[in-house]
């Protein structure tokens, strides 16, 4: 699959490549697909929840050499707030 951006989240740890993925997500078109490149294991777990709390399509992930890229197809959503903070 194709993507129309990638970000490199290699050497960053729980919550960076999300914050990230938020971040170049808000400034995306609905429809365009963000390419995450991690090697945090816990972004396997916590990009899903993301894309689930916020309206995102997790496309899944596959092996990219030592790091892992992750999809997201941009949804119709804002963006979210990750935390639920006043």
Known sequence: MNWDVEVDCTGLLCPLPVLKAQKLLRGMQPGAVLAVLA???MAAVD????CAQVGHD???AR???EATRHLIRRGEATGGRIFNRP
Not at 47 to 50: A, D, E, G, I, S
């Open 58 to 60: 997790y496309l899944g």
């Open 39 to 41: 090697t945090d294991a």
């Open 47 to 50: 990009l899903p929840q993301f």
């Open 63 to 65: 092996q990219a050499g």
